[in-house]
């Protein structure tokens, strides 16, 4: 059995934090501020459309793009929201997540070393699939910007074999996100340089300071962007896996085929429910947003007091927390955060090599889970201090 | 809705100073806020959801919801008979609605016998009470938005991206 595991495979660098996960997988009584998911179930009305569907017999497959109903249930919000006009049947595709149609996006697009530009910290994924795919990786550090991606640094790593940027706004690790202006910048680059823009909106809706702009909306950005949005963060919907991709009919068909090959279609039960959302969800999205807005203010503030700085998230549900004032390496901080106080957060170094100096927090916990664990890390700092590190 | 109000309707618990961190105000507009709020009656009271099915040593309560349909009084309608008949402190909750009866009544006793007897020597009798219809609740299974029962346990896992 010796090399039966493919050398691409091989050479994808094992996540170096899997052993930190089972650690807390492993333990009882832990207050998780790791979790990359909403902490409400799928509002109720959602998950009943589901249940009533699988009533009716609905158990088919759908066509390959997905339910037409919900492509033009999809197609109808961007047009009345965003003021984007995308076809139902031929620009819009359904996806598993947005995870599948950022590998669709990618496999359709790269040929052998092109490169794919990635501002960094990232969400884990981004590299690794760009591998897979056969692209290379260019990582842009945002850590000087104020983990914002600005026009200079991103003119500064362009050259002839870049293909392609993904932004994900608002940022999963930093929940930072940009203003139209701050686009219009980063969008200038990328169209004078022709490059395609992979941009993932999952947390679009819960964006707190300011509106979001999606990308496509960008004078002239249209044609060169591949939109990707789903369900799962703003509805509650994570373990439903529904997404979709939008973007000019050429790059859709070429993801589609692909699509039809691999996945066939998204369950039919998600995309029914997935209708159902769209319909009648906007009040549960309002009412999570507020939440998690209030939980942000208290959780940053709280940080904050403890000598933990953070740049204030415009976005999403995290909190990327500078640990440098402790003197420990992100993974040490973490571990003995789990074993003595029994808080769980994700190491920096998930999201690149990096980021040794920071920690993810979730804010996805209730007022009092995420009181609790700010006192049990203002213990944990305190008792870290007294012994030396 | 104000959010102040929002944050206390879903947990009254929360102090001035956590809700001041939240909305990123300061603790002394909170305050005052309430205040005003609790001044002008916008906020009532503040008061405990309990699930009275599990606590096994008290006495355990009846609740029936009566439907009552009442004479209206010149110039003051249905309001001062319903006055006459929620001051009594049996009865939790009444409401004046539409439709085949006047007054929707709430009412809460020590056991039937006495819920039956507060209805037959109270209400009835009344003089611009016309007609009862009394129905004895047997479960609660929600109560203001409250689902009453253990709460679920978080099925997410403990630790993703």
Known sequence: MKNIVSQKVQDIRPSGIRAFFDLVLGMKDVISLGVGEPDFVTPWQIREAGI???????????????????????????????????????????????????????????????????????????????ELAGGIPVYIDTKNEGFKLTPRILEKHIDKKAKAIILNYPTNTTGVSYTKKELEGISE??????????????????????????????????????????????????????????????????MTKIHQYTIMCVS????????????????????????????????????????????????????????????????????????????????????????????????????????????????????????GT | MDEILEILEKDARTTPEDIARMLKKKPQN?????????????????????????IKDTDSEVRALIEVNITPQKDVGFDKVAERIYSFPEVSSCYLISGTYDLLLILEGRDLHTVSRFVAEKLAPMENVKGTVTHFLLKKYKEDGVILKHKEENKRIAISY
């Open chain 1, 52 to 130: 009533y569907s699988l009533e009716e017999g609905f158990t088919s497959y759908t066509s390959n793009k997905g339910l037409y109903k919900l492509r033009l249930s999809i197609s109808r919000y961007l047009k009345n929201r965003y003021g984007l006009d995308y076809c139902p049947e031929e620009e819009i595709l359904i996806t598993v997540g947005v995870s599948e149609g950022f590998d669709l996006s990618l496999r359709a697009i790269i040929n052998p070393q092109d490169k794919i530009l990635i501002p960094a910290p990232s969400y884990v994924s981004y590299g690794p699939l760009t």
């Open chain 1, 189 to 254: 680059v990328i169209l004078k340089h022709k490059l395609l823009c992979i941009s993932d909106e999952i947390y679009g809706d819960l964006t707190y300071d300011f509106e979001h702009t999606p990308f496509a909306t960008l004078s002239g950005a249209k044609e060169n962007t591949v939109y990707l949005n789903g369900f799962s963060k703003s509805y509650a919907m994570t373990g439903w896996r529904v997404g979709f991709a939008c973007g000019p009919k050429e790059i859709i068909s070429a």
């Open chain 1, 268 to 387: 039919i039960t998600s995309q029914m429910a997935a209708c159902e959302a769209l319909q009648t969800g906007r009040k549960s999205v309002e009412e999570m947003k507020r939440e998690y807005k209030r939980r942000r203010e208290f959780i940053c503030q709280g940080l904050n007091k403890l000598g933990l700085e953070c740049i204030k998230p415009n976005g999403a549900f995290y909190v990327f927390t500078s640990i440098k004032n402790t003197g420990l390496d992100c993974l040490d901080f973490a571990q003995r955060l789990l074993k003595e106080q029994k808080v769980a957060v994700v190491p920096g170094t998930a999201f690149g090599g990096q980021y040794k100096d920071y920690v993810r927090i979730s804010y996805t916990s209730s007022l009092d889970n995420l009181k609790e664990s700010l006192v049990r890390i203002e213990k944990f700092l305190n008792e870290a201090q007294t012994y």
């Open chain 2, 30 to 54: 909170i305050k005052e806020a309430i205040k005003k709020y609790e001044k002008e009656g916008v906020i009532v009271k503040y008061k405990t959801v309990i699930n009275k099915e599990l």
